[in-house]
C-alpha cells in the first residue's frame, strides 16, 4: 500500500495542504505530521497523519502470526511422524493421568513443575522409576506434549522400538536413513526415552543397542532427556552400561512411583 504522504506529493496541484503540528502516535509510537488536506475542486479531501507505520506494523503483525503458526505446526507434525508412542498413550496429557497413590500424586507435581521451569536454567533431564502401569509412560509423554504446547521440539520413543526403527533404515527401500532419524534424536528440544533397559535381553546385539544409545545420549549432552524406566539404579546400570548411566545421570532429576499396575486392573479372570 502506498504512503499517504506520497500519494499527496504525486498529487500536490489537486489539494492544499496545511500543517496541524506534530503529534506520537498511540498505535506505532511514531512521531507524526498532522495535516489537513483541502481539494481544489469536488475531491474527497480530510486530516490525516504523514509519517505513521501502523499498517506496516499491522501487516508485520500479521506475517508475524502466520509465520508462529505454521511454526506450531512443523513441531506437531515432527512429534507425530517421528515419535514412536503406543495407542493407549495416543491422548495421555497431565490432566489424564490418574492419581491413586501419594507417589503418584508427587510425581504428578514433580512432571509439571519440570515444564514449568523448562528452559530457565540449564537443562535438566528425569526418569521416571516405578513397576509396571504405575503411569512413568503416561507422565513422560505429558511432560513432551506440555512443551510443545509452548512451542518446543519434541520425540517421544519407546527405546526398543526406536532400536528397531534405526535398523530398519538398513534396508535399501527405507524412505529414510539412521542418519535422518539420529540427527532428529540429536536435535529436538526434549527427548523421551521410554522403557530404557528392556533393550538389552542378553543376545548378540547388545553391544550395538548400548553403542546407539550412547551415540544418542552423547549428541545430547546439554539437552534435556526425559527417561522411564522399571530398574533400580543398579539393575539399570548393569543393563545400558557404566557408560551410558554415567551420561544418563548428568543433571538428573529421579522420580519414583508405586501404585497398581493400571493395565491389570482392567482385566477381570
Known sequence: MEPIGSVLQRYAGLFEIRELGQELCNGCGVTVRLVEVIPKGSLPGGRF????????????REIMAENKRRHTERIRALFDRLSLISPSLKNARFETFRVETDSQRQALAAAKAYVERFGTGPAENMLFVGPYGTGKSHLAVSVVRALIDREYTGIFASVPDLLTKIK???NRRSDV???DVLEALRTVDVLVLDDIGAEYSGNADESWAESKIFEVMNARQGMATVYTTNLNGEQLQAKIGARNFSRMCEG???V????RDYRRTKIKF
Not at 49 to 60: F, S
Not at 256 to 259: A, E, H, I, V
Request: proline share 0%; glycine share 8%.
Open 49 to 60: 497523519k504523514l509519517g505513521c507505520r501502523c499498517e506496516e506494523l499491522r501487516i508485520v
Open 177 to 179: 536413513s539412521e542418519d
Open 256 to 259: 519414583k512411583l508405586s501404585g
Open 168 to 170: 530398519a533404515t538398513y
Open 252 to 254: 538428573l532429576v529421579v
